[in-house]
């Protein structure tokens, strides 16, 4: 049975750095893409970053790049998120997902994603 589990969330002051992390199990992991969404109450969940199979080509959306850093260790079958310079529009619940077969075209569309994690709250104060 396939489990994602975000941890690493927190709150933080504007202009502060966190780091998260998703941890998977149940299955190998280094054929994946992986993925970041967030959802901020009252709004769409919205893609953030997201990296290809074997931590090959990086996607990031444009309210996160120069900011965000997404990267994988296959090994631990475990991805990150550093994310820094943070401001108070960053606030939302974060999820990390996974897909076997996704292809690089849908790594921003989350219903391309197979699996998903139960979020993690970011709260960034001004």
């Known amino acids: 049975q396939v489990q994602l589990v975000e941890t690493g969330g927190g709150l933080v002051q504007a202009g502060g750095s966190l780091r998260l992390s998703c941890a998977a199990s149940?299955?190998?992991?280094?054929?994946?893409?992986r993925g970041w969404f967030r959802q901020a109450p009252g709004k769409e969940r919205e893609f953030v970053a997201a990296i290809f199979r074997n931590g090959g080509s990086t996607h990031y959306s444009d309210s996160v790049k120069g900011r965000f850093t997404i990267s994988r260790d296959n090994a631990k079958n475990t991805i990150y998120l550093q994310m820094n310079s943070l401001k108070p529009e960053d606030t939302a619940v974060y999820y990390c997902?996974?897909?076997?077969?996704?292809?690089?075209?849908?790594?921003?569309?989350?219903?391309?994603?197979?699996?998903w994690g139960q979020g993690t709250q970011v709260t960034v104060s001004s």
């Open positions: 997902a996974a897909d076997p077969s996704l292809i690089y075209s849908d790594l921003a569309r989350h219903s391309a994603y197979d699996y």
């Open positions: 149940g299955r190998t992991f280094s054929r994946f893409a």
